[in-house]
């Protein structure tokens, strides 16, 4: 029984670090998604999306989401076009962002939380309520 103890011990400590690996470079990797997004649109001048765990999901499980397929949703059309938002451009988000998976959000960033990301690099993390 100690043996399988030991065992079990030290496959958890490589989990551990492949995670703590993954996430350490999923936060390099996550700056040039969004670099890239500028890049490939150059109107663009910010986007923001929110992540969230609700509180009420009508009887099926509460689990945390990135909702990245929806940037800006609070704007309408025309203070989404001129912020730079077009269908294009939601689509290379969503192609980007959809890269790292909701774990690496949740980590990172928490729930409750809405993500602003700005030309010139900045990332800012505001608290969201999702209103659930």
Do not use: W
């Not at 609700?54 to 509460?62: F, R, S």
Request: net charge negative; proline share 3%; hydrophobic share 25%.
């Amino acid at each position: 029984m100690d043996n399988f103890k030991k065992h079990l011990k030290k496959i958890q400590k490589q989990y551990n670090k492949a995670e703590e690996d993954f996430q350490s470079a999923s936060k390099k990797y996550f700056a040039e998604a969004v670099a890239d997004i500028f890049i490939q649109h150059p109107d663009l001048q910010k986007f923001s999306f929110t992540m969230y765990t609700p509180y009420y999901n009508d009887g099926d499980a509460c689990i945390f989401r990135t909702n990245y397929d929806y940037c800006m949703d609070d704007l309408d059309e025309e203070e989404q076009k001129n912020l730079g938002i077009t269908p294009e451009v939601q689509k290379t988000i969503s192609e980007n962002l959809g890269l790292f998976p909701d774990s690496f959000y949740e980590r990172t960033y928490g729930t409750a939380t809405k993500l602003t990301c700005y030309r010139d690099g900045r990332i800012v993390q505001d608290y969201y309520d999702c209103g659930y």
